[in-house]
């Protein structure tokens, strides 16, 4: 009885946990969003913190992890070759909890 219990306890966890697990695409026509790495803090939309685990990722607030399967992922994304063909441009910090939205405009492309 106790691990039915502690199975639907999971399954819940799962099925409401937004996580932030985003797939790289080759094209841009495939992509949900288009991004791009700015070299600065400043100039960017997001700032986003590759996490080693899936379950580690956030609900839209920066942490990402990065799926090997495009089925795998919340999101799918093309890395853009210049900012003005990106829809968010993000800036990849060191820490954790440097992830965060700067730009909340373009939050809504992410849910």
Known sequence: MKKIILFLIVCQFTFFANAQKVYTVEYSSQADVKVFVVDYESQADLCVYKVDYSSQAGK???????????????????????SSQADVKIYFVEYRSQAKWKKKEQMHLFY
Do not use: E, L, M
Not at 63 to 82: E, G
């Open 60 to 82: 839209n607030d920066g942490n990402w992890y990065f799926v090997d399967y495009s089925s795998q992922a919340d999101k799918k994304i093309f890395f853009t070759d210049y």
